[in-house]
């Protein structure tokens, strides 16, 4: 079992520049999040997924997107990116809601860098 | 607002020192708590939850906290820390009906051997 996966591990984007970034699962999961964290800010949820085909907006959506075609990858996308998006961004997952009694699975992140 | 504070963000020690991080939340109706743990360049792994029943939890690695309603209150602590433990630690908040966790900022912890 690789767990919760992240494809790149590191990136620099120029301003402007789009790129998306996956997640993957094996754990078949329902629920995957997007996190970003920056120094002094903890972990702020960006989008979340609570199955195939669903997606609903975090704390800090904006300039985002994302995309659960299948169950077990969620991708998230900068369609063009700012520096305010220099971050390390964490994927997640969990079998059901945190409220059920189950923790969220965390990939090993990606560090973007937006120049 | 839902929000989960971490005041101490920094902590230094030495090993064999007693830990206490405090995490206050504030969240109306019933909650689900949280603590993670993140060594440098890894990613976040779960140390203790508390959903339920007896306040005080047990983690991994000697790890515990302690819910206390009243003061809204989620608090980690070690009898003796190790150098081993140096990490950033984060306490997350979870409502009984929702699908998703807030995170504290994080409390930075060093140990010195």
């Known amino acids: 079992n690789a767990g919760v996966t992240q494809t790149p591990k590191f990136r620099v984007l120029k301003t402007g520049q789009s790129m998306t970034l996956l997640c993957a699962q094996d754990?078949?999961?329902?629920?995957m999040y997007w996190y970003r964290q920056d120094p002094g800010m903890g972990l702020r949820l960006i989008h979340y997924s609570v199955g195939e085909g669903t997606t609903a907006k975090g704390e800090v959506p904006d300039g985002y997107n994302v995309s659960r075609l299948k169950k077990q990858n969620f991708l998230l996308g900068l369609e063009s990116a700012a520096p305010s998006q220099t971050s390390v961004y964490f994927c997640?997952?969990?079998?059901?809601?945190?409220?059920?009694?189950?923790?969220?699975?965390f990939g090993p992140g990606t560090r973007l860098t937006v120049l | 607002a839902q929000s989960v504070s971490q005041h101490n963000h920094h902590v230094i020690l030495s090993e064999a020192a007693s830990l206490e991080l405090g995490c206050n939340y504030s969240?109306?109706?019933?909650?689900?708590l949280f603590w993670y743990v993140q060594y440098p360049g890894q990613h976040l792994q779960l140390l203790l939850k508390?959903?339920?029943?007896?306040?005080l939890v047990k983690g991994i690695k000697g790890f515990e906290a302690e819910f206390i309603k009243s003061k809204f209150s989620f608090n980690l602590r070690k009898p003796s820390v190790q150098w081993s433990d140096t990490a950033e630690y984060f306490c997350a908040v979870g409502g009984y009906n929702t699908d998703k966790l807030i995170f504290g900022t994080g409390t930075r912890l060093q140990v010195f051997p």
């Open positions: 969240y109306g109706g019933t909650v689900n």
């Open positions: 997640a997952s969990s079998p059901l809601a945190p409220s059920s009694y189950n923790e969220q699975f």
């Open positions: 754990m078949n999961h329902e629920y």
């Open positions: 508390y959903f339920s029943g007896d306040p």
